[in-house]
């Protein structure tokens, strides 16, 4: 990726994290960057894209850090964890990554990206069935249902819809689906 890319798609990252998305202009990104108002768009066709770049990156974000060793269990419950603290640390950048009326799903990088995420959610939930757990569904049935399931937790804590201890609140999720 070449740098000024790169340093279009930090720019813009950033702004999203201090001020949200509504601030993610092209011509905020490019004076923010230092450069001339168009030059993103020699590297972007447009807003839609560059947004997808950053969503791409917080997909990255999301399924690229280790898990624990342990049993394929633990390493669910720790995969289902991180994906919840993930939303708490990064609202915005969580947020814009579901927005599909703000990010083009068919770009190529985000859609690889969002699909790496998934599958390594596929395969953890595959692996735990392996061991006898919850193996009266399907594993797409299972991930996306638990997916759903840690994706509304996270937006409600988020949104101000549980006032719960959030702790508390993952664990009876977790404990649902992963009794």
Same mark, same amino acid.
């Given at each position: 990726?070449? &740098?000024?890319?790169?340093?279009?798609?930090?720019? @813009?990252?950033? /702004?999203?994290?201090?001020?949200?998305?509504?601030?993610?202009?092209?011509?905020?990104? @490019?004076? &923010?960057?230092?450069?001339?108002?168009?030059?993103?768009?020699?590297?972007?066709?447009?807003?839609?894209?560059?947004?997808?770049? *950053?969503?791409?990156?917080?997909?990255?974000?999301?399924?690229?850090?280790?898990?624990? &060793?342990?049993?394929?269990?633990? !390493? =669910?419950?720790?995969?289902?964890?991180?994906?919840?603290?993930?939303? /708490?640390?990064?609202?915005?950048?969580?947020?814009?990554?579901?927005?599909? +009326?703000?990010? +083009?799903?068919?770009?190529?990088?985000?859609?690889?990206?969002?699909?790496?995420?998934?599958? !390594?959610?596929?395969?953890?939930?595959? %692996?735990?069935? %392996?061991? $006898?757990?919850? +193996? +009266?569904?399907?594993? &797409?049935?299972?991930? %996306?249902? /638990?997916?759903?399931?840690?994706?509304? =937790? %996270? $937006? /409600?804590?988020?949104?101000? $819809? *549980?006032?719960?201890?959030?702790?508390?609140?993952?664990?009876?999720?977790? $404990?649902?689906?992963?009794?």
């Amino acid at each position: 990726m070449p &740098d000024l890319q790169h340093r279009l798609i930090a720019t @813009a990252t950033a /702004l999203l994290a201090e001020e949200g998305v509504e601030a993610v202009t092209l011509r905020r990104i @490019a004076k &923010d960057s230092g450069v001339s108002h168009s030059a993103p768009l020699r590297h972007f066709s447009g807003r839609a894209q560059l947004l997808s770049a *950053v969503a791409a990156e917080g997909f990255a974000a999301l399924g690229g850090g280790p898990l624990p &060793d342990g049993t394929p269990h633990e !390493r =669910l419950l720790a995969a289902c964890r991180a994906y919840v603290a993930f939303a /708490l640390e990064n609202p915005a950048l969580f947020e814009l990554m579901f927005r599909h +009326d703000l990010v +083009d799903t068919a770009e190529p990088r985000l859609a690889a990206a969002a699909g790496a995420v998934f599958s !390594r959610f596929g395969a953890l939930v595959a %692996a735990a069935q %392996a061991t $006898g757990w919850r +193996d +009266d569904a399907t594993e &797409d049935a299972l991930a %996306a249902s /638990l997916w759903a399931a840690l994706h509304g =937790l %996270a $937006g /409600l804590r988020l949104w101000n $819809g *549980v006032s719960t201890d959030l702790g508390q609140a993952l664990a009876v999720t977790l $404990g649902a689906y992963l009794a």
